[in-house]
């Protein structure tokens, strides 16, 4: 069993920044793919980046340029980089981690929230 804990939302004006961060209860040796999804008030969960066990990114249209994810493997965790946020990125955003034997986690979620 894996814990998935994030961190990092709060309050922001548009235009600025906010890390998100993602701790795993302890270490993946196996292949696996992290990722953050979001879910806005009245709208369905969407994948918002990924990153495969190799380090390869996959981005939504909507924050290409803007939102970078990477990982540190050392410390078991996940970071989801926003800048030049907007309004439109107001969700709860969640971690997840899919393992190579198809084992799906997912975190608690954290709020983001931007304003105009």
């Known amino acids: 069993q894996v814990q998935l804990v994030e961190s990092g939302g709060g309050l922001v004006q548009a235009g600025g920044s906010l890390r998100l961060s993602c701790a795993l209860s302890?270490?993946?040796?196996?292949?696996?793919?992290m990722g953050w999804y979001r879910q806005a008030p009245g709208k369905q969960r969407e994948l918002v980046a990924v990153?495969?066990?190799?380090?390869?990114?996959n981005y939504a249209d909507s924050v290409k340029g803007r939102f970078t994810i990477s990982k540190d493997n050392a410390k078991n965790t996940v970071y989801l980089q926003m800048n030049s946020l907007k309004p439109e990125d107001t969700a709860v955003y969640y971690c997840?981690?899919?393992?190579?034997?198809?084992?799906?986690?997912w975190g608690q979620g954290t709020q983001v929230t931007v304003s105009s």
């Open positions: 997840n981690l899919v393992t190579r034997l198809g084992d799906d986690y």
């Open positions: 990153i495969i066990s190799g380090g390869s990114t």
């Open positions: 302890r270490r993946i040796f196996s292949a696996n793919t």
